[in-house]
């Protein structure tokens, strides 16, 4: 058995640490040697093993704690994890829509359709793909092929993983989407947060520009603060990665309930990819996504796509195309008002407590509500004892802001003022001292 690094090279060093590291002969809170010491033990320069270390950094296999040295990492959960709701409690917390909104089932939605027996009936649906060609022609201006996926985070992963090496710079809007921050952990890439603010996600340095393999924005409905982008600020980040190589992917989970214009891709002169998803319309057991762009990656994400998973159920797509094209517009738009609604009513009524949102809410639309608290801990129990379930902040962001996230789908208009009394009473509640 293999007990001490070999190798004079620094892939070949590498390649022996991990797999040291992978058969636990390394265990997890192992400290690596110093590099001057492997160095002089292997009679290589110290820049190759620095250069190994590198590599093993990047890959995750390892971590740095500054003067205390290269450790082997602890174990921990790849996964987000999900937030558990006591029985009892409204939950404004999951992140959910409103099972209210949601199609009815019927037997038409099967009529014509034979179930496949051929593995190699695969394949995405022809007619689907001409509805979402369509769809996003006459709304979003984007007349790219479409391709279809499981879902908006399927699309980032096999971007990601196709365009970054691990070590790369993710730049992503800060507080974000949780799964996504987690996927891009887990892909060993380093999440570099985005300020926001009423407009959108500011445009940051050079440098950070300059460094980034990818940048994720959410066009509209930001989850969790609903921020939906100006036209100034899109035309600012159009400019902005010009100058930078940067792979762009938009996330526009919320296209079709969307009442904000979406400001279109055609300024973007670096690669980028746009993408949707009926999810928040059709529900997720429906849940397909559409990814079109002007990049090679997506032909790339395909091709992996049918080597894996290698196609999405037939009769998946033959019910989702016969439920949403027979959403006329005006149902679309009914569910858009009817989050809409509770979203500005539960706000006027936080505003009747002086209450204020660190962005202007009358341009935000979607299914949450971000607000920060001094104390976080308190403000979710205090809700929790008046019987609301909300969720806590912290998984959502990089910079580690104190705040709640507010899902409106489970909350009636008839709630909001009485949730707004009970939220400003735990926010007066968390500012006194207690002797």
Known sequence: ??????????????????????????????????????????NVNPNTVSAAYKQLRDAGIIQTDGRRGSFVPEKTAAHYPEMAIPAGLVDLASGNVDRRLLPVLTPELTEGYTLATDVGSHGDSSDLVDFA??????????????????????????????????????LIEDPCWPPALALINHLRLQAVPLVLDSEGAKIPDENDLAGASAVILTARA??????????????????????????LIVDDHWGALSHQTFHGMEGFQNEWIYSTSTSKFLGTDFRIAIATGNTPILSAMKIRFTLGPRWISKLLQHMALHIWRNFTPSRLNEIAESYSRRRTCLLESLC??????????????????????????????SLAAKGWAVQSG???????????????????????????????AALASSNRSIY
């Open 1 to 42: 058995m293999q007990l001490k690094p070999k190798g004079n090279s620094a892939v070949n060093i590498a390649a022996s640490i991990e797999e040291l590291v992978r058969t636990e002969t390394w265990p997890p809170g192992y400290k690596l040697p110093t590099v001057r010491a492997l160095a002089s033990e292997l």
């Open 133 to 170: 060609r369509q769809w996003l022609d006459a709304r979003c201006g984007i007349k790219h092929e479409p391709y279809l996926f499981f879902g908006t985070l399927d699309i980032i992963e096999r971007a990601l993983t196709q365009r970054c090496m691990p070590g790369a710079k993710v």
């Open 222 to 247: 930001h989850s969790p603060t609903g921020i939906c982008y100006s036209a100034s600020r899109w035309r600012a980040w159009q400019q902005a990665l010009s100058r930078h190589t940067a792979l």
């Open 352 to 381: 009747r407590h002086n209450i204020h949102l660190p962005y202007h809410p009358e341009t935000g639309e979607g299914m949450h509500i971000w607000l920060p608290v001094s104390n976080e801990p308190h403000v979710i129990q």
């Open 394 to 424: 912290s998984p959502f962001t990089i910079r580690k802001q104190s705040a709640i996230r507010i899902t409106i789908s489970n909350l009636n208009l008839s709630e909001c003022e009485l949730l707004a009394d009970d939220i400003a």
